[in-house]
């Protein structure tokens, strides 16, 4: 019993000395920063009202997809991805950087992969093409959307070696996407 009481004393010595180190949000604050109901203390979204300035947008500090989409970020960290399936039947990605920036035209050319619709192994690969906007690539999957659907996504970032395993990405749609929506 007393071994139990040691390691509860013990545990709780260490939980108030590493507390501070943990973020908090305090009412008082948020009260003193004018703060709104829309406003996020440590999001990304500040309103016109607001007298404090957005913190540093270093890299990954926005996750949020830009157009309605699925957002992803790269095993390489040093770019982002959102797929999106627009009607009648395109599936398009939107590539970053690591600022959530999109990448230069001469960049997207770099990358490349197929897709695959469904969730069979056996699925027919359907190649990448360089999308209607610079920083997309896309590919038509003819009449084959039925929902709920996944699309699996094979892609060579920029910058990986030509010989490198492409990266796998999962994506899983009830609906098409509204590329108006939720993007900021």
Known sequence: MRVIQGVLVMVAGLVLIAAPFFPKR????????????????YGQTFS????LAPPDQGPHSDHNPKHGGIFFMSMDNQHHLEGVLVS??????YLYDDHTKPLK???VRQAGGTIQV???DNAPKISLAPGKQTETLE??????????V????LLHLPGMKPDA???LFNFKFTHFTDESGLGR
Do not use: H
């Open 26 to 41: 305090v009412p008082a604050i948020l009260e003193a920063s004018n703060f709104t109901d829309q406003d996020q203390m």
């Open 48 to 51: 016109a009202t607001s007298n």
């Open 88 to 93: 009648p039947a395109t599936f398009r990605v």
């Open 105 to 107: 035209a001469e960049e």
């Open 118 to 120: 469904g969730d069979s």
């Open 139 to 148: 590919a038509n999957l003819g009449n084959a959307v039925k929902f709920p």
């Open 150 to 153: 996944t699309i699996t996504l």
């Open 165 to 167: 395993k492409p990266e």
